[in-house]
Each structure stands twice: as structure tokens, then as C-alpha cells.
């Protein structure tokens, strides 16, 4: 446990750097925790379990109603942007005090936080509304999410590295809602790299490879040693 969130924790606890990745609705930490193992990083990752058991299977970090995630989709690919989930705010405190336990844990290292699709929302709406100083994050196949709620302060993510991906043919969230959260984080000062792809709701090869150009960057020079040069040979593509 980190926090009071279970986590399942990959590599050297001396690694250089230190990587907590959210995953998405319906998931649970051990669907993506084996790409740690493959993806060639020297890193300390931290995969918390969302606090809530969704429905019909997997965790949340909020809840939703199955029946009114059925018709939301039958209607076609999704936007967040304004929703406002009501256990949204419970679940922005949970992960601050997250992202706070594995900074004390990073000490002196440099610390990514990144997620996918629901794990990514809730990571974007904890930084507008209160900053972490961190070394980068990268947010796969998401959305902004509860906008309407978001404070006016134009530059809160100045400078922080971001790494953005999103299917062109993404059924789930539509791909028109990744661009916009591309958007919105460059206006608030977030250097991004901006990662299109030929796909849907998923983590292809390409994208897992740029996620470890990405962490490999956020290593100071001195510490990289020899990465390995080959990522994932799959992708994941869980539900949101």
C-alpha cells in the first residue's frame, strides 16, 4: 500500500527515476503493470488500484452508471469535458495525496505521473487545480473532464513536459476530445508532444515507445546508463 491505495510496484527501488501510471475504467493495476517489465526504463513504477469497484468488473477512480454508460455510447464516441462527476472531487484528493506519498518516496528523483483514459482524466483535473511539481506526465487516449469547475489561472502547468496520445478512430472518447485536452494544456503552459495515431481506445506499440522516449528524457543524463532499445511487442486496448 501507498497511501491507502493498493499498488502494484515494478523495478529497482534505487532506480533513477520514479513513474506512477493510472490506468482506466474497468481496469485494475495488473493489466498494465507487465509493460513496465518490457518497455526498457529504468524506473521505479508505481501502479495504484482505483478506490472503487466498477461495474460489472475492474476499478474506478469514479463511479459510473453502467446502464447510462451503455446508451452514452450507443450514441457515439465521448466527451467529458462537461461532465461533473459528483465523486470527482473525492477522487482528486485521493490521487494528491497519492502523487505527495511517491514524491516523499522519489525524494531527490525525478517523478512522471501519467495515466490512461479515466486514470488520465482524473491526473489533468488534480493539476489545474493544484499543481505538482513534477518532471513530466504523459496522458493516454483521454478527455478533460468537469471544465466548468476548472480555476481561471492561465498558466499553472508552465513548462511541464507533457506527452498527449489519441486514436483517430477512437470509439470511446472521441478523438475531437483528445485534441482539445491537447489544447488546453498548451494554454496553460504545459510543453506538449502531441501523439495522433491510427487506432481507437488503446496503447499501441508506437505510443508505448514513445512513452519510453518520453521517461528515458526525464532522466538526468548522468543516470541513464543503458536503456534498453526495444519496448512492448503488444498493445493493450482496455474499456474506459
Same mark, same amino acid.
Given at each position: 500500500?501507498?497511501?491507502?491505495?493498493?499498488?502494484?510496484?515494478?523495478?529497482?527501488?534505487?532506480?533513477?527515476?520514479?513513474?506512477?501510471?493510472?490506468?482506466?475504467?474497468?481496469?485494475?493495476?495488473?493489466?498494465?503493470?507487465?509493460?513496465?517489465?518490457?518497455?526498457?526504463?529504468?524506473?521505479?513504477?508505481?501502479?495504484?488500484?482505483?478506490?472503487?469497484?466498477?461495474?460489472?468488473?475492474?476499478?474506478?477512480?469514479?463511479?459510473?452508471?453502467?446502464?447510462?454508460?451503455?446508451?452514452?455510447?450507443?450514441?457515439?464516441?465521448?466527451?467529458?469535458?462537461?461532465?461533473?462527476?459528483?465523486?470527482?472531487?473525492?477522487?482528486?484528493?485521493?490521487?494528491?495525496?497519492?502523487?505527495?506519498?511517491? !514524491? !516523499?518516496?522519489?525524494?531527490?528523483?525525478?517523478?512522471?505521473?501519467?495515466?490512461?483514459?479515466?486514470?488520465?482524466?482524473?491526473?489533468?483535473?488534480?493539476?489545474?487545480?493544484?499543481?505538482?511539481?513534477?518532471?513530466?506526465?504523459?496522458?493516454?487516449?483521454?478527455?478533460?473532464? %468537469?471544465? %466548468?469547475?476548472?480555476?481561471?489561472?492561465?498558466?499553472?502547468?508552465?513548462?511541464?513536459?507533457?506527452?498527449?496520445?489519441?486514436?483517430?478512430?477512437?470509439?470511446?472518447?472521441?478523438?475531437?476530445? +483528445?485534441?482539445?485536452?491537447?489544447? %488546453?494544456?498548451?494554454?496553460?503552459?504545459?510543453?506538449?508532444?502531441?501523439?495522433?495515431?491510427?487506432? +481507437?481506445?488503446?496503447?499501441?506499440?508506437?505510443?508505448?515507445?514513445?512513452?519510453?522516449?518520453?521517461?528515458?528524457?526525464?532522466?538526468?543524463?548522468?543516470?541513464?546508463?543503458?536503456?534498453?532499445?526495444?519496448?512492448?511487442?503488444? +498493445?493493450?486496448?482496455?474499456?474506459?
Amino acid at each position: 500500500m501507498i497511501d491507502s491505495l493498493r499498488t502494484v510496484v515494478v523495478g529497482p527501488s534505487d532506480a533513477p527515476l520514479v513513474v506512477v501510471m493510472l490506468h482506466g475504467f474497468m481496469m485494475t493495476p495488473e493489466d498494465i503493470s507487465p509493460f513496465a517489465r518490457s518497455i526498457g526504463v529504468p524506473a521505479l513504477w508505481l501502479f495504484p488500484e482505483g478506490p472503487i469497484a466498477a461495474r460489472p468488473v475492474g476499478r474506478a477512480w469514479w463511479d459510473m452508471d453502467p446502464a447510462a454508460r451503455a446508451a452514452a455510447l450507443a450514441r457515439g464516441a465521448r466527451d467529458f469535458a462537461h461532465q461533473s462527476p459528483p465523486d470527482l472531487p473525492l477522487a482528486r484528493t485521493a490521487l494528491a495525496k497519492y502523487v505527495d506519498a511517491a !514524491a !516523499a518516496l522519489a525524494q531527490n528523483r525525478p517523478l512522471v505521473v501519467g495515466g490512461f483514459s479515466q486514470g488520465a482524466m482524473l491526473l489533468v483535473d488534480l493539476l489545474v487545480h493544484e499543481p505538482r511539481p513534477l518532471a513530466g506526465i504523459f496522458l493516454l487516449s483521454s478527455s478533460r473532464v %468537469a471544465v %466548468a469547475a476548472w480555476p481561471s489561472a492561465t498558466e499553472p502547468l508552465s513548462g511541464m513536459p507533457a506527452l498527449v496520445s489519441h486514436g483517430r478512430t477512437d470509439a470511446d472518447l472521441a478523438f475531437a476530445s +483528445g485534441e482539445a485536452l491537447r489544447r %488546453a494544456l498548451t494554454d496553460r503552459g504545459a510543453a506538449v508532444t502531441w501523439l495522433p495515431f491510427e487506432g +481507437g481506445h488503446e496503447i499501441p506499440l508506437q505510443v508505448w515507445r514513445s512513452v519510453r522516449k518520453f521517461l528515458v528524457a526525464r532522466i538526468p543524463p548522468s543516470r541513464r546508463g543503458s536503456a534498453a532499445s526495444s519496448g512492448s511487442s503488444e +498493445g493493450v486496448t482496455p474499456d474506459l
